[in-house]
C-alpha cells in the first residue's frame, strides 16, 4: 500500500515516459517507465533498477572530455509508440517504475543495444588509457611469461617427450639415439593401466577423494558456523585455519608423534596407530586429510557466505525461514558456485593429489596408503629429482606418457562433474 | 580489556609459530653450515685422551695474501660434514699464499673459497644451471650428467699427471681397475676422466663396543653348541683371551669373539635381551636403510664378481636360488639351498638375479631379527629418525627404561658425523671419551661354510671381507670453469687427494674415501675406535660400487643407483608390489615368501618393459 502512494504521488508529479530495456541478467525486453524505483524482471525475478544516462558518442581528448563521464549505453531503447524518439539512445538518469515494482538499491545498466537503433561510433584510446593499457601489460607479463614457460611449455616439453624412445648405442661411446617419435612408450603405458599396481593405486585414490569429499558438508557447516558468529567462532577458526598458517611438514610431524608417542600414554593399550600391521594408518591418513583441508575450503566458504546479501537474509528471516530453511535455501544455493569449483578442482587433481602420504609416510607407505599422486612422487621425483629432460634420463618418457593418458581420462571426468554439477545443483538465483 | 585480550592472542599464535622450528634437524654437528667454522671442532679421538684435532677454519685470513681469487665449491653437506673439507682449505690456502697467477688480467696472489654446503643431490643441482668451479657431491649418475652435458669439464690431466704434492704419484693411481674403467667416458671419440670418486658409503651394524666389553658380549672360544639354545650365557665371556677367533679366523684381532655367522648373532641378540635391545635403525627412512643393508648383505654373501652383477647384468649368475614347482625354496637332504648358475642376458634375463642366494639370506637375517623382536619399537615407527635413533643408540637416558636401549645399531658409516653434537655433549657431561665406545662389526655370514671359507682367504692374505659401496659420489670441475681458472682448480684437487689429505678426511669424519691412501700408525691412533675398525675392514675387503660400462646400465642408471623400491616384492604377477621396510615380516610373511615375491617382482619389470633394455 506504501509503494503504491508513492507509486501515485510521484506518477501524479510528471507524466513517465516510456521505455524498453533489457533485462541484464536473462536479457528480455521489458517495458518500464522512468521514476524513482527499481524493478524485478518477471522472467528471471533479477533485480534492477535504470539510470538515465547521457551517452557519449564520440570520445574526445582528456583536456576536452566532459567533467562527468557518462556510460556508455547499455540498455536497449528502441523507442516504441509512445516513446520518444531518441538520436542518441540513452539510458535513463533515473529508476524508472516498473510493471511490477521492488525497491532496488543501485541501479543497474542493462545489456547492450542493438547495433541498429545505435550509430556506432569508432573509438579512439586516449593517452591515459594507452598508459594504463601499457601498465597492464607490463604487470602482467612476468606472470603470463611464467604460466607459458613453467606450465604450456613444461606440459608440452612432457607431451613431445612421451613420444620419445631411448636406445643406447655400442661401447665405448654408448651414445644415446632417441627417437623422436613412437607411440611405444604408449604401449606400455596401457600395459601398466591394467596391471595390478594402478589397480591398487587407483582403488585406494578413489577411495581417499570419496572420503574427502563426504567430509565437505562438514566443511560447509564449519563455515556456515562462522558466518552465523555462533559460540566459540573465532575459536573453530583458528583451529580450522591453523594447519594452513604453519608448515605442513611441521603439521604433519606433530599429527603423527600426537598418535605415535602420545595417544598411547594417553590410552594405553591402543598401541602405534600408525603401525601398518597394527594400527589405522589409512584412517589416520583420512582423518589428516580431512582436517588439513578445512582450512582452505572453510576460508572460501565463509567469504562467499560473507557476500550474501544481509537484505536476502532479512527478507528470508521476514519469510519466516531461520537455522536449517536458511542455510538449505539461501546460504547452500548462492555458495554452490563456490562448492562447485572445489569439486570440479578436487576431480580434476585426483591423479597428482597425494593426499599428505608422503609427509606421513615418506617411502615406506603401505599398499593400503598408497595413492596415485604418492607413486608419481616417489617414483619419479624421487628417484629422477629433477632430471627432467629427455637428456637427462632415459626412463622419463613412459612417466610424461603415464600424464599424458591421465589427463585424457581425468579431463573428460572433469567435464562431466562440472555438467552435473550445473545440471542438478541448486540456482544461485 | 578486549585490545590486551586480541594482543595476548597474537602473542600466543606467534609464539606457536616457532613450532616451525620443529622442522629443524636435531643437535647440530661441529662448525656451521654455510661454509668455514668457527673455530676448533672437537672430532676424530685418540687412545692419549687428547680428543680434539684442530680442524682450522676455511675464513681465516692468510698473511701477505691481499687479492685472493674466490673459487667456488658444492660440498654435499650431508652425514660427513664439511669440516673435513674446511680443514683442507685452511692448509691449501697457506700452501697457495703468494703465488700470483692472473684470471681475466688480474693478479691474484693467493685463492680464497666460496663454499656451499647444501644437502641438493647433483641431479637436481645439474638442472639448476649453477655453475661451481668444484663439486663434491654423492647419488651421482654420472655418464647421463656426461651425456646430456651438464656439469662436469673434462680432467683427465688431473687424473693421469703426476701430483705436484705427492712425487711420482697420480690420482688414476689411487683408483681401481674397475673405477678407472667407470670413471673414464669416451664422449665424441675422446676418452676422458670427468671426475673422480669422493668418499665411500657403506652401510651395516655398529656395535657399542663398551657394553660388548662390560657385559661380556663376546662368543667363548669353543662354545657348546647346544649351549647356544639351552644355556646361552655358557656362550659368551668378558675374558678378551677366551674369544672365539672371530670372522677373520684370527685370534688376537680386534674381531675376536664377534658372530661369524647368522646363528651366532642371533645367539649374540639372545644375550643381549634383558639387558639391552639387541640392534635399532630407523623407522622414518627404514625403507632406504634396509635397502641398502640387504645390498650389503646381499653382496657380504655374494663377493665382488657375483655383488657387481647387480649392475653390468652381463655374466654369469652362480648362486641362483632354485624354486621347487609350488614356488618355495629347494632345499637338498642337509637343508641347505640348492643354486645353480645362469648366464645373464640383461634384455631377456636379468630378472634372474633377484633369486641371488645372497638376497634369499638377507631377507632371512632380517625375517628372524623381526620375527624374534631384536629390534626396538623405534625401527618400526615412521616417526622415528635416524638421529633419534643414535641419540638412544649414544644416550638412553630418554627411554622408558634401559634395557631399551639399543646394543648395535644398523646405520651408515657416516653417522659419527650426524651424531657429532650429542657425542660431544656425552663426553662434555661424564668426562669419558665417547667416541672411543662404538665399533663397526664384520657382517656374519650365512653359513658356517661360507665363514669357514672367508677364515681362509684371511689366513691366505687374501681380501676376505665384500663391502657395497652404495652412495656413487664424486669429485669434479665444473663446466663452465673459466680456462684460467681449471690449473687453480686442478691443483686443489690433487692437494686434497694426497695420502695426507686422505688421513685428515679419516681423522676428522672417521670415515674413508673411496680412493687407495695409506694412513700411518700415528694417524690411525687419532681415529675413534669406530674409524679404526671400519679401516681395518676396508683394508681387507673388496668393495661393489654401483657402476658398470654396460648398454643395459647405461641406459637404467638412475633406477640401478636409487635404493627406494630396490628390494620390493609383489607376491604374485597380479599383486601390488610391496616394499623393504619388513613391515612384511610382520604380517605374518616368511623370508621365503618374500624373496620369491622380490623375483617376481623383478621378472615383472622385464615382462612389462619397466626397464629399459
Redesign the interface.
Known sequence: MQENEILNANNSSEKAEKFLVNCPSCGVTLKVSDKNYAFACPNCQHLLGIKKETRIVEEVVLEEQPLEETCPVAATIAADEAAPAIDTPIVAETPIVAETPIMAETPVVGAPVAASAIPAKKKKISKSNRADLIFYCIFLAWPVLQFLVFYVGVNMNSILMSFKK?????????E?RIDPFTWEQYG?VF??LG???F???IGVTLKSFGITTLAFPLGLLFAYYIFKKLPFWGGFR?ILF?PQ???S??VA??Y??FF??CVPLLFPGTG?L????TGQPFTLLMIYNIWFGFGTSVLMYSNKMSSIDDEIIESAHIDGATGVKEFWHIVLPLTYPTISVFLITGVAQICVNQFNVHQ?????A??ST?VLGYWFF??VA????????V?????LP?YAAIGVILTFITIPIALGTRWALERFGPSED | MKKTVNKLLVWLLAGMMCVSTAACGGAPAAGTSTGGNSGNTSVGGNTSGDTSIDVGTSEEEIPGVTNPYSLTVFNFDGGYGHEWLDAAISRYKKVRAGKEFTVDGVTYDGVDFKVTNDKTLMSAMATSGTHYDIWLEEQVPYNQLIRSDKTFAKMTDVMTEENPYEPGVTLESKLSAQQQEFYKVTKDGETDYYGLPHYAGYVGIVYNKYYFDGYGWYLKDGYNKADLVEDIDACFTDDATARTAGPDGMKGTEDDGLPTTYEEFYALCDVITGTRTPISWTGRHREGYLSWFTQAMMVNHEGLEQGALNFSFDGTAENLVVFNEDGSVKTDADGNIVTESVAIDAATNGYELGRQAGKYYAFKFLETIMERGYHTDGAVNPTYEQTTAQEHFIDGSGLDALEDMPAMLLEGVWWEMEAAGILDAMQQSSGQDYRQRYAFMPLPCATEAEAAERAEKAARGENYYTLMDTHNTICAIGKEIKSEVYPIAKDFIQFIYTDESLAEFSKITNTTKAVKYTMSEEDKAQLSSFGRSLLSITEKADVVYGYAKTSFYQQNEMSLINYNQKYSARYTSDSAYVTISVDEFRKGKTAAEYFRGHWIYEKYKWDHNEVIK
Open positions: 631411448i636406445t643406447v648405442g655400442p661401447a665405448p661411446e654408448f644415446w606400455k600395459d601398466w596391471g595390478p599396481d589397480r591398487n593405486m583458528v591453523l598458517i604453519l608448515s611438514v611441521v610431524l606433530i603423527k608423534n605415535v608417542e602405534n600408525l603401525d601398518p600391521v606421513m609416510f615418506q617411502y615406506s603401505d599398499p598408497r616417489i617414483d624421487g628417484k629422477f629429482k629433477d632430471l627432467q629432460s637428456d637427462g634420463a632415459a626412463e613412459f
